[in-house]
């Protein structure tokens, strides 16, 4: 998320909170559309952001994947032959 809409949203959510804390003087705010659209916009925001950084972890976990993987690869590659076996040629 850039932080641009980071400090957006955190906006958002700050007027959300205000709203909600003071309902006897902004009832009427809450009881109509605008808090609805708010309420909808902090909900796609938080469905986009949880998206993203499902996406970033995918990725994430696909690049680091192989370099925990490779000093197991190595372990089996090159694990010692047992003594007291002869093997052929």
Request: charged share 40%.
């Amino acid at each position: 998320m850039k932080k641009k809409q980071q400090h957006r949203g955190e906006a958002f959510r700050r007027v959300q909170q205000y709203l909600d804390a003071h309902p006897e003087d902004f009832g009427a705010v809450n009881a109509s559309d605008g808090r609805q659209q708010l309420d909808a916009a902090l909900t796609e925001l938080d469905t986009a952001v949880r998206t993203q950084l499902a996406g970033f972890r995918e990725v994430r976990g696909e690049r680091l994947s192989p370099r925990r993987l490779a000093p197991a690869r190595r372990r089996r590659r090159w694990r010692r032959r047992p003594r007291g076996r002869t093997w052929a040629r």
